[in-house]
């Protein structure tokens, strides 16, 4: 059976922010290269787009933690399931993720890197649900600030589903 999903970001929209977040990271970071850590899994759709549209030079690198179980609240554990390859010293990091919600995962993230000694380390987010946090972290770029609801879509899963929608959304209640 499939769920009933009602379209909170259109992906015209979407792309519309990614196009304009891509353009300041690429003011912001004139003159240097960027390095960005790609939190897998949900943040390959919103990496890749960002990606396409930064115009200083790019190298990426992966990264895997787990915060949340199969379902949709927090586990309160983050572990690390797959380390970065390369080392970050000297280099101007920009972790680049899906979600911020209670802020565990990235507060945890930002800990460790910081003590690899990146020359800068920034954090640029898809989406932002500001009134959930937990953990205070503070975010550098963010598309779009959404209310308290599980969103699925463009990365985003409920139970591994529904990461290719090219939109965000809304899984509704079955009536
Ligand atoms: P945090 O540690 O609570 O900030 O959780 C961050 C992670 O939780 C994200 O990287 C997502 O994998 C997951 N997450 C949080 N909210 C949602 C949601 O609304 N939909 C899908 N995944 C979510
Ligand atoms: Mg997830």
């Given amino acids: 059976m499939s769920d009933k999903i009602r379209v909170l970001l259109p992906e015209e929209q979407v792309n519309d922010k990614i196009q304009e977040i891509g353009e300041q990271i690429s003011r912001d970071y004139q003159g240097k290269s960027v390095h960005l850590i790609c939190v897998l899994k949900g943040s390959v759709f919103f990496a890749c787009e960002l990606a396409k549209r930064i115009t200083v030079p790019v190298t990426l690198d992966f990264m895997s933690v787990s915060s ?19 080392p970050l010293e000297g280099k101007d990091v920009l972790i680049v993720e899906d979600i911020i919600d209670s802020g565990r995962t990235l507060s945890y993230l930002i800990e460790i890197l910081k ?4 020359s800068t380390l920034r954090l640029c987010t898809l989406l932002d649900k ?26 985003l899963d ?18």
């Fill in 68 to 86: 949340y179980g199969d379902g949709t609240s927090s586990s309160g554990v983050v572990k690390i399931i797959k380390d970065l390859d390369e």
């Fill in 130 to 155: 500001p009134e959930r946090r937990v953990k205070d972290v503070k975010v550098d770029y963010v598309c779009f600030n959404i209310p308290d609801e599980f969103v699925v879509g463009y990365g």
């Fill in 115 to 118: 003590q690899r000694h990146p």
């Fill in 158 to 175: 409920y139970a591994q589903k529904y990461r290719n929608l090219p939109y965000v959304g809304v899984i509704e209640p079955e009536a």
